[in-house]
């Protein structure tokens, strides 16, 4: 039996010949077709419903502003999440979800030349 090769390993996540390890999952890379990266966005309903409510408050009381001022501020915060995103014959899952856009990228690159080397 050939060795298991090993194509990323960084910060808990394993990608080899034969598994992809993450999050405390194991996905046999023998049932793996397909990888991608996959786009969450943030959710902006809460910072603007909660802007909308600082503007009626400033109409009646400085805390208004106040609430314009932290509802503005979590909506710029806000950062999208970036998954690993599995293909198999059964389906597909998000496998492994992260803030680091680069990360993703060289996770799924890993992901691809275990595909690759599988043949």
């Not at 996959?38 to 009381?61: E, Y």
């Not at 400085?62 to 950062?79: D, P, R, S, T, Y």
């Amino acid at each position: 039996m050939a060795e298991e090769k090993v194509f990323f390993d960084e910060n808990g996540i394993k990608v080899t010949s034969a598994r992809f390890i993450a999050g405390g999952k194991t996905h046999s890379m023998s049932g793996v077709t397909a990888v991608e990266a996959k786009i969450i966005p943030c959710n902006r309903k809460p910072p603007i419903i909660l802007a909308v409510i600082g503007i009626v408050i400033a109409f009646f009381h400085w805390v208004g502003f106040v609430i314009i001022a932290g509802a503005a501020a979590w909506l710029f915060l806000q950062k999208k999440d970036f998954v690993v995103y599995l293909s198999s014959a059964s389906g597909g899952s998000d496998a492994y979800i992260n803030k680091n856009e680069t990360f993703i990228d060289n996770i799924v690159a890993a992901v691809n030349d275990a595909i690759v080397h599988r043949g």
